[in-house]
Structure formats: C-alpha cells, structure tokens
Nanobody, 117 residues
C-alpha cells in the first residue's frame, strides 16, 4: 500500500497562491485515482480535486477555475496549484490514493492552509 506525504501548506493572504505537493512512496502510474480533499474546523472532509490514471480531472465547484491538479508519474508526485485563494479555502488539505479493483484508500497526514483576509 502506498504512503503519502503532503507539503507546501502555509499562511497566505487572500488572492495569493500556494502549490501543494503529495509525494508517494511508490509509483503512482497505475494508481486509479489520486485526489486532494480538505477539512475545515467543524466541517466534514470534502473533495477538492481528483485526477484519474487517464489524466481526466474533477473539481469541486467552489475551486473550479482557481485550482489545478496535476500528476508527475516520473516523480511519483501529485500537485495542487491553488490561485486566487480565499479565506474560505482555509482548511487542512489531505492527499488520497485509491488503488486497485476495490479502490483501497490511503490518506496522507494533511497540511494546513490558512488564507487571511
């Protein structure tokens, strides 16, 4: 089972940008889906964006046009480029991998993103 380590979180002003990275412990080439989720205090974890092994992507409506998910199979890394950040984007961001026919799920430890107004 893959292990995931997120990095790139931090404090940024509204309108700013951050790039999150998710480094995997093994090749992600054959992992069905890689995704970014977030959880704000007092709220449920929600999907932000995901990318399939085919390269197809999905985004939450709240981030469409501002966030971009990508994967670099050579580096076993998935990225989340976040532009035009808003205070409501403040949350802990988690990377997830869904492997195999049963879509076995692995989560990273999370990285905090804080957007100040």
């Amino acid at each position: 089972q893959v292990q995931l380590v997120e990095s790139g979180g931090g404090l940024v002003q509204a309108g700013g940008s951050l790039r999150l990275s998710c480094a995997a412990s093994k090749s992600i080439f054959s992992i069905n889906v890689m995704g970014w989720y977030r959880q704000a205090p007092g709220k449920q974890r929600e999907l932000v964006a995901r990318i399939f092994s085919s390269g197809r992507t999905n985004y939450a409506d709240s981030v469409k046009g501002r966030f971009t998910i990508s994967r670099d199979n050579a580096k076993n890394t998935v990225y989340l480029q976040m532009n035009s950040l808003k205070p409501e984007d403040t949350a802990v961001y988690y990377c997830a991998a869904f492997e195999g026919p049963l879509l076995t799920t692995t989560w990273g430890q999370g990285t905090q993103v804080t957007v100040s107004s």
